[in-house]
């Protein structure tokens, strides 16, 4: 299984800037599309950027602008810059990594998989 690990969650103001850091580990992996999603108090899970291995990146309407996803693809790492915080991106936020993992021994097999993080709070007060 691949393991993310989140960081660099906390409590800003209104107005104030945070920065998210997620690394995937694991062994004989390859990650394709790496992404942030978050869900808020008695709401669902949702979108807000993911970003592919080319650097094609995708933004929730509600954080364009403001976000910006990275990522290094050395280090298996994804990166959320979130400025102009809102009281209403107050959420846990999840990585999220779907890709290929390979092995060799004993037996050969590829396959698929998708895995999330544990969450880190960000909390925006007014």
């Known amino acids: 299984q691949v393991q993310l690990v989140e960081s660099g969650g906390g409590s800003v103001q209104a107005g104030g800037s945070l920065r998210l850091s997620c690394v995937g580990s694991?062994?004989?992996?390859?990650?394709?599309?790496m992404g942030w999603y978050r869900q808020a108090p008695g709401k669902q899970r949702e979108l807000v950027a993911t970003i592919t291995s080319g650097g094609s990146s995708n933004y929730a309407d509600s954080v364009k602008g403001r976000f910006t996803v990275s990522r290094d693809n050395a280090k298996n790492t994804v990166y959320l810059q979130m400025s102009s915080l809102k009281p209403e991106d107050t959420a846990v936020y999840y990585c999220n990594a779907e890709g290929v993992r390979t092995s060799y021994s004993p037996t050969y097999f590829s396959r698929s998989f998708n895995s999330w993080g544990q969450g880190t709070q960000v909390t925006v007060s007014s």
């Open positions: 694991g062994s004989g992996f390859r990650i394709n599309t």
